[in-house]
């Protein structure tokens, strides 16, 4: 990955402060003795991944980006594979482009209509090693992807390796691809003291939870743990430190590459970062419409029609709405203010079995049309 001259900033520090204490309790032996001063430690870890959250969420820490339309893909990865091209070869953007690293300066919007569903795209600058501690535009290109539903990993043959590196790299920067966060449950309560429910086999000690739970000024609280989980993974839950997005590896540039050699890349790909690669040619314009409902797909959106009570539905404007989503969450993306004036609905399509008069919490399927009663 490219280098490129360190800034210092707050968040630099923090993350150093992390690794620090990270290190010192990765290196301390566990025991009667030691214990309190593991507890110490990390509470630490605590406080400074609660203040780097509370951080991420102020205003002024990244590129002014407003999201448009109904989802947004951060294009992402090194410097010089092509995430200029594709931008302008699947969207209307006119981003400059060279055949020569750092080219694109700024983030780069363009709009991808894909299926009825306006896909905002972003070509954000090239990802560098060592953005976690505040190389390059490091934070300010986090800052954008951590808004983002979902992000694309453009990679060509000569840059694919870096991929695990690029998720590292993120990773540090409270961005977990293709992950989820831990199924803890953190119920504060009004008096009582800490309560602990184990649904797992492996989970912090009482005195592990109090430790996290007293440095994040929680006092009181039912926490029950659903799967196996570690004093971090606590952390990380309580402190809102991480966001979770889905992701897409993409090998672009194969037009120069052997059938074989596409093949093996893509099965190193994988077995590297879990993500099977979408492979295209921006150049030759090769499985550009493949990349696209790979994205619509990832997105979990759903397309809804809506049909007057005495018309046809409108089958060219879908609404747009993510999967698992009500009748009511489609009135309020209509029309927010009249939402509350809805009674109930009439769907037809998948989600029931023939034209049914449903409630406002019914959830809806990709394809169903609905007429909206108020």
């Known amino acids: 990955?490219?280098?490129?001259?360190?800034?210092?900033h707050k968040n630099s520090a923090q993350m150093a402060k992390i690794e620090e204490l990270s290190k010192e309790y990765a290196k301390t032996k566990y025991n009667k003795a030691t214990d309190k001063y593991l507890g110490i430690l990390?509470?630490?870890?605590?406080?400074?991944?609660?203040?780097m959250s509370e951080g991420r969420r102020q205003k002024g820490s990244g590129y002014a980006v407003r999201k448009v339309g109904d989802a947004t893909v951060a294009i992402v990865g090194p410097p010089n594979v092509g995430k200029s091209s594709l931008i302008s070869g699947i969207t209307n953007a006119e981003s400059k482009v060279a055949d020569y690293a750092f080219t694109t300066l700024d983030v780069i919007p363009g709009m991808l209509l894909h299926k009825g569903a306006q896909i905002q795209l972003l070509d954000l600058p090239g990802l560098i090693e060592g953005m976690h501690i505040g190389r390059g535009a490091g934070r300010k290109?986090?800052?954008?992807?951590r808004v983002s539903d979902l992000l694309l990993f453009v990679v060509d043959d000569s840059t694919y390796r870096l991929l695990p590196r690029m998720l590292n790299e993120l990773e540090e920067l409270g961005i977990m691809v293709n992950k989820r966060p831990k199924r803890i449950n953190v119920e504060p309560q009004q008096s009582g003291g800490i309560y602990i429910e184990y649904n797992s086999k492996a989970a912090p000690t009482r005195q592990e939870v109090k430790e996290v739970l007293d440095s994040m000024g929680i006092y009181n609280a039912k926490v029950t743990f659903f799967e196996d989980a570690t004093a971090d993974d606590l952390v990380d839950v309580v402190s809102k430190s991480n966001v979770y997005i889905?992701?897409?590896?993409?090998?672009?540039?194969?037009?120069?590459?052997?059938?074989?050699s596409i093949e093996s890349i893509s099965n190193e790909i994988y077995a590297t970062t879990g993500m099977k690669p979408v492979c295209i040619s921006v150049a030759n314009k090769s499985n550009m419409e493949l990349l696209k409902d790979a994205i619509f797909e990832a997105l979990d959106i759903?397309?809804?029609?809506?049909?007057?009570?005495d018309g046809a539905a409108d089958m060219q404007k879908p609404v747009i709405v993510k999967a698992g989503s009500t009748v009511m969450d489609v009135a309020k993306k209509v029309n927010e203010r009249k939402s509350a004036e809805l009674r109930y609905a009439y769907?037809?399509?998948?989600?029931?079995?023939?034209?049914t008069k449903v409630g406002r919490e019914h959830i809806l399927a990709d394809g169903d049309i609905v007429t909206f009663i108020y």
Do not use: H
């Open 302 to 309: 759903i397309r809804v029609y809506l049909k007057p009570k």
């Open 1 to 8: 990955m490219a280098e490129a001259k360190p800034k210092a």
């Open 42 to 51: 990390r509470a630490k870890i605590a406080r400074i991944k609660k203040a």
């Open 347 to 355: 769907v037809q399509g998948k989600s029931v079995k023939f034209e």
């Open 141 to 145: 290109v986090a800052s954008v992807i």
């Open 246 to 260: 889905k992701g897409i590896a993409v090998l672009n540039k194969i037009d120069r590459i052997a059938d074989a």
